[in-house]
C-alpha cells in the first residue's frame, strides 16, 4: 500500500456467501501529462465452478475524491 492511500473494500457473494476480499497494490502508472496517478488493485476469491459462482460483487474506495 501507499502512505495514506487506503486499499479499496471489496465484497462478493459466492454461492449465497457474502465474503471480504482482501486486496494488494500490484500495479502504479503514472500519466505524467495528464498529471494523474493510477492505482489497480488485485484481490483473489477462490469459485468452486468458475465464474457463474460469483453473484455479486461491490468495490468502494474510503479515499477522498
Do not use: M
Request: with cysteine; net charge negative; glycine share 6%.
Amino acid at each position: 500500500t501507499l502512505p495514506g492511500v487506503p486499499p479499496p473494500l471489496v465484497r462478493a457473494t459466492v454461492r449465497g456467501e457474502d465474503r471480504k476480499i482482501e486486496t494488494v497494490l500490484d500495479t502504479v502508472i503514472l500519466d505524467t501529462d495528464a498529471a494523474r496517478v493510477f492505482l489497480l488493485w488485485r484481490g483473489l476469491c477462490a469459485l468452486q465452478d468458475g465464474p457463474h459462482d460469483l453473484t455479486a460483487a461491490e468495490v468502494t474506495s474510503t479515499a477522498a475524491a
